[in-house]
């Protein structure tokens, strides 16, 4: 009898596969072979779940955004903990090899999105879906008047502060070690964080 094979984990193996690959090589420099012979299948095998190159690149971001979604990061243990909510933040950030390779398919899914209006919805869905969960983690700061649109906006601004650290951080990882990038993002998260928690203080007097 066949060999019964399990589609989606097929394909989060040859997702996993191309991370590493887009990884050291780029986007550009990434082959399918050397996709399949990281993933331990054949080139066949990755032609099968995926159609070229961007349909594995685009693979390969859901699998990074599944994984900054599944972390297991929990909330801030004391409510309104400005300082460990940002340490939860720099979670986020390109601290360590495989939080290099990770963002560095992040960039290559940004440049193809730059003129792919597919690609740049799917960049958009995803990032909503983050967005969402910054949200849910500043809510902590917050006091009850805080509104969604409010929570929205800071997680904006969250989010904008560990792309342009990570990006550095990805373009300069001799110069940027991981104390310097969570040291740059409290420095820019923590006048705007605390700004937040004393605005919906004095909101509820």
Same mark, same amino acid.
């Given at each position: ?36 012979? @990281?993933? #331990?299948?054949?080139?066949? @095998?990755?032609?099968? +779940? !995926? ?9 390969? !971001? ?6 900054? *979604?599944?972390?297991?990061?929990? %909330?801030?243990?004391?409510? $309104? ?7 939860? !933040?720099?979670?986020? %950030?390109?601290? #360590? ?28 869905? +995803? +990032? ?7 949200? +849910?983690?500043?809510?902590?700061? $917050? ?7 409010? *929570?929205?906006?800071?997680?904006? @601004?969250? %989010? ?24 740059? %993002? ?9 700004? !937040? ?7 509820? *007097?």
């Amino acid at each position: 009898m066949p060999k019964q094979v399990d589609a989606v984990a097929q394909r989060r193996t040859i997702a996993s596969a191309a991370i590493t690959v887009i990884g050291s090589a780029g986007i550009e420099g990434t082959r399918l072979r050397d996709v399949a012979a @990281a993933a #331990n299948v054949t080139t066949g @095998a990755v032609t099968h +779940y !995926f159609d070229g190159k961007d349909a594995v690149l685009e693979a390969a !971001f859901e699998e990074v955004v599944r994984r900054v *979604l599944e972390s297991p990061v929990a %909330l801030p243990t004391t409510p $309104g903990d400005i300082a460990e909510c940002i340490d939860i !933040f720099a979670v986020y %950030l390109p601290l #360590n090899d495989e939080g290099l390779g990770e963002w560095r398919v992040w960039l290559s899914f940004w440049a193809r999105a730059m003129n792919d209006a597919r690609l740049r919805a799917v960049h958009q869905r +995803y +990032y909503s879906a983050i967005i969402e969960r910054i949200a +849910y983690r500043i809510a902590t700061i $917050g006091g009850p008047t805080v509104t969604r649109t409010d *929570l929205h906006a800071r997680a904006d @601004a969250v %989010l904008a502060a560990i792309d342009g650290v990570g990006c550095r951080a990805v373009l300069e990882p001799d110069s940027w070690p991981a104390d310097r990038q969570r040291e740059t %993002l409290s420095r820019l998260l923590l006048p705007m964080l605390t700004a !937040f928690a004393h605005e919906t203080r004095s909101s509820d *007097l």
